[in-house]
């Protein structure tokens, strides 16, 4: 791009070098040619100083977005193994929740199908052995470290 400036450059001194008639018919066509590539490789040189900005930014941009796409799976990662999976009666979508909103002992959790919205999960059904068994099972680490199952 610098290349193409000089060679401009040259081209101007030729033309005030060879004491080209700038009042003839030949000389005023070379002086605006000449006066158009000037322009010409100065808007270059302009568009590609801006485009060279923009790289760096658009790297700098992509760096930081690939920073935040490894803290978001180191998380993934991290709570994976403390969520509960369920799978919907419904449509069979794989729903994961928290187990700790079912802490709460006060309270009916229900856990909904993000996809559907069923109920994939209940407290409320501790009377019916049905929901019992099923949520024993699905806090089964729970149930087995308070000494239930030996
Ligand atoms: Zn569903």
New binding site residues.
């Given amino acids: 791009m610098k290349d193409l400036r000089k060679r401009v450059a040259y081209l101007r001194g030729l033309m005030d070098g060879l004491q080209v008639n700038t009042a003839s018919n030949e000389g005023r066509v070379l002086g605006e040619v000449v006066s158009i590539l000037e322009d010409m490789s100065d808007g270059m040189m302009d568009l590609y100083s801006s485009q060279d900005e923009l790289e760096k930014y658009v790297e700098s941009v992509d760096e930081d977005l690939s920073e935040l796409e490894d803290q978001v799976n180191d998380e993934d990662f991290a709570d994976d193994d403390d969520y509960i999976e369920v799978e919907?009666p419904?449509?069979?979508?794989t729903?994961y929740f928290d187990p700790e909103i079912l802490d709460d002992d006060d309270t009916v959790v229900e856990v909904t199908?993000p996809?559907?919205?069923?109920v994939?999960f209940s407290t409320a059904g501790d009377d019916s052995g049905g929901a019992g068994e099923g949520q024993e099972a699905l806090v089964s680490s729970k149930t087995t470290e308070s000494g239930i199952e030996s």
């Fill in positions: 919907c419904q449509c069979h979508d729903v199908c996809n559907c919205g069923a994939v």
